[in-house]
């Protein structure tokens, strides 16, 4: 009885009884300026504002006389001298029971149903294991695509980026990692994705099957950048909790370029200014804490396998965002809309693509086939203009040769769907392609 009524109890225990008073003393560009709580708050904090309480706010600024909020919604009807309470620090309460759930960034059911949250609160900001105490990498995962068993392997604890434009087949690849890759749990953070985009990556993308293992967290395009931002933050926070269980976790968040935005948003309220391309000098450490508390957990936790995808316009992988990423993953994987557009899915650039789990992720015959297979590929990346305006004289260069012979069941082999037989099964494809 105990164990049924602890969720209800913990709801309970988590009721103020009551809260301090601020009051607002100007409103400015989207941000309010409170009065009497100077002494009490933290930044960080979380605030309800007006006299119903019915719009929630974070404090993004203190002063010796005055705090900075910045509200989750507009500001319309507010006036001078309207309350706010002071909350304090951002918490999140996971259970068991969220699995199959969409929830928003405060942990609220966003699909009809009652939920109950979990008996102990987490901060959404947390510190990552400890470096000395981390376990290494884990095994190699089955993954569900030829591509990713074979040549860009993803193993347990392995944090990759995945860097693509918009309408290159992004969403459809979270998907099948979520349905077919090798995990106890699955948290899918959906950070500014467009309403209409929900219910067809939940129902349709996912289906029943994915969605029984996933919690979804999701704040629309529509939502203040205080809860985009959060949703990444919180869909970290779901993560760890079951990592802390025992549980090996895939973490999908879409996108890291969303968050980004928001958070700039944010510091720029914050009155922080502009370096990175527009970008604040904070963005830096929040994507790279946002990654590090992803990976292997230490003895006793499970393990928290990490997708982060990043919007890469024209394809520029060296703009702030997608250059801070990639210096703390252990692989990244580009998406290419030439490849795309000719219809081949998913739309991987493996010459661009790296996992930095090999050597050690494979053994020495599949590390020679992943090798040969690599060659092929830019020997047809470096001839290929020459092929195809029937400049190339056969016998020029072997490598060549083998390449235009063997590419067009090659580039196939990549948007197969991995064998019943899983890696094993992929290799064994890979190996009799490569026999031609």
């Known amino acids: 009885m105990t164990e049924i009524f602890a969720p209800l109890c913990h709801e309970i225990a988590r009721v103020a009884v009551s809260h301090p008073i601020g009051r607002v003393v100007s409103v400015g560009a989207g941000t309010l300026q409170v009065r009497g709580l100077q002494h009490v708050a933290a930044l960080g904090d979380r605030v309800e504002i007006g006299a119903s309480r019915a719009t929630g706010g974070e404090i993004i600024a203190l002063g010796p006389d ?213 970008y604040p000098a904070s963005l830096q450490h929040a994507i790279m804490s946002l990654a590090e508390r992803a990976g292997p957990g230490e003895e006793g936790q499970g393990d928290i396998t990490a997708v982060f995808s990043v919007l890469v316009a024209g394809s520029d992988m060296d703009e702030p965002v997608a250059d801070i990423l990639r210096g703390v993953l252990d692989g990244h994987v580009v998406m290419d809309r030439r490849i795309a557009e000719r219809g081949r899915f998913p739309a991987i650039d493996v010459l661009r693509s790296v996992s930095r789990s090999l050597p050690q992720a494979a053994t020495a015959e599949e590390n020679a086939l992943i090798t040969r297979a690599r060659a092929l590929f830019s020997a047809w990346d470096r001839a290929e203009m020459m092929v195809q305006a029937g400049l190339y004289q056969k016998g020029s260069d072997p490598m060549v040769d083998q390449a235009i012979r063997l590419w067009p069941a090659l580039d196939a082999l990549m948007a197969d769907d991995a064998p019943e037989t899983g890696v094993t099964g992929s290799f064994a494809r890979l190996r009799h392609c490569l026999e031609g």
């Open 66 to 278: 005055v705090l900075t909020v910045l509200p989750d919604n507009g500001l319309e009807g507010l006036t001078i001298a309207a309350e706010v309470a002071l909350c304090g620090p951002a918490l999140i309460s996971p259970d068991e029971s969220w699995l199959g759930r969409i929830v928003d960034p405060a942990g609220k059911p966003l699909d009809g149903r009652p939920l109950l949250s979990g008996n102990q609160s987490r901060r959404l900001t947390a510190a990552p294991p400890a470096p000395a105490r981390r376990r290494r990498l884990g095994a190699r995962q089955s993954t569900g695509k030829v591509v990713f068993d074979t040549i860009l392997p993803i193993v347990r604890g392995q944090r990759i980026g995945l860097f693509a434009g918009s309408g290159v087949g992004k969403s459809s690849l979270l998907g099948a990692f979520a349905r077919a890759l090798t995990a106890d749990v699955v948290v899918i953070a959906l950070v500014g994705e467009r309403g209409r985009e929900l219910r067809e990556f939940t129902e349709t993308i996912l289906g029943p099957k994915g969605m029984a293992r996933c919690v979804v967290v999701t704040a629309t395009s529509d939502r203040s950048a205080l809860l985009r931002r959060r949703c990444a933050l919180t869909g970290m926070a779901v993560a760890e909790y079951f990592r802390d269980q025992g549980n090996h976790v895939l973490l999908l968040v879409d996108s890291v370029t969303r968050f980004a935005e928001a958070h700039r948003e944010i510091a720029l309220a914050a009155g922080e200014p502009a370096s990175l391309r527009g």
